[in-house]
């Protein structure tokens, strides 16, 4: 069964930091595409940052580039976004999501995957 586990939510000022882990179980982690997807009250679902596990390529929507990285310990089949610079309209659920490798990283990244974790709650206050 495939599972995916969020961690590393909660409230942090405007520009301050926080590092959210995703544990993937149940899948050969290295066939997988990783991402983080988050949804803010009222809005729709946007990809924010995905990471192919099979080539280590990226992807990031413009409203993150620069602020956000995406990064993969395969070792512990872990996924991770740190996020820096971090502004109130960042404030969301955010969402890890896993599916295999079938198309580019960038349509995965803005379509959706298969198999979805709960959601863990970011909240920049300004």
């Known amino acids: 069964e495939v599972q995916l586990v969020e961690s590393g939510g909660g409230l942090v000022e405007a520009g301050g930091s926080l590092r959210l882990s995703c544990a993937a179980s149940g899948f050969t982690f290295d066939d997988y595409v990783i991402g983080w997807f988050r949804q803010a009250p009222g809005k729709g679902r946007e990809g924010v940052a995905c990471i192919s596990n099979s080539d280590g390529s990226t992807y990031y929507a413009d409203s993150v580039k620069g602020r956000f990285t995406i990064s993969s310990d395969n070792a512990k089949n872990t996924v991770y976004l740190q996020m820096d610079g971090l502004q109130p309209e960042d404030t969301a659920v955010y969402y890890c999501?896993?599916?295999?490798?079938?198309?580019?990283?960038?349509?995965?990244?803005?379509?959706?995957?298969?198999?979805w974790g709960k959601g863990t709650l970011v909240t920049v206050s300004s």
């Open positions: 999501a896993g599916d295999l490798s079938r198309v580019h990283i960038a349509t995965m990244c803005i379509l959706g995957m298969d198999y």
